[in-house]
């Protein structure tokens, strides 16, 4: 099956190396979260974001994306974003 994507906004923030404000953007949705799965690397221009593992249960769609990654996504999070292609 074909799908494509339905207009949605979204929060974002560019990295140029302001790793402080996006430490602060990030713990404005998860408060809990103290950094530790962000960090600088040693040269200054990385910012990793450890993710963790992509777990795929029941009834998520697995996608394709538009360099060739797939990706799990919840089927919640699915419907509010596609629409069937025929």
Do not use: H
Request: glycine share 8%; proline share 5%.
């Amino acid at each position: 099956m074909r799908f494509k994507t339905k207009p949605v906004i979204v929060e974002a923030v560019q990295f140029t190396g302001n790793f402080q404000e996006i430490f602060d953007w990030v713990s404005q949705w998860n408060p809990e979260d103290d950094g530790q799965g962000m960090w600088e690397s040693e040269s200054g221009k990385i910012l990793i974001i450890d993710t963790g593992e992509m777990k795929t249960e029941i009834n998520d769609w697995i996608i394709r994306g538009v360099k060739g990654e797939f990706y799990p996504c919840k089927p919640d999070i699915f419907a509010a974003k596609y629409e069937k292609v025929e």
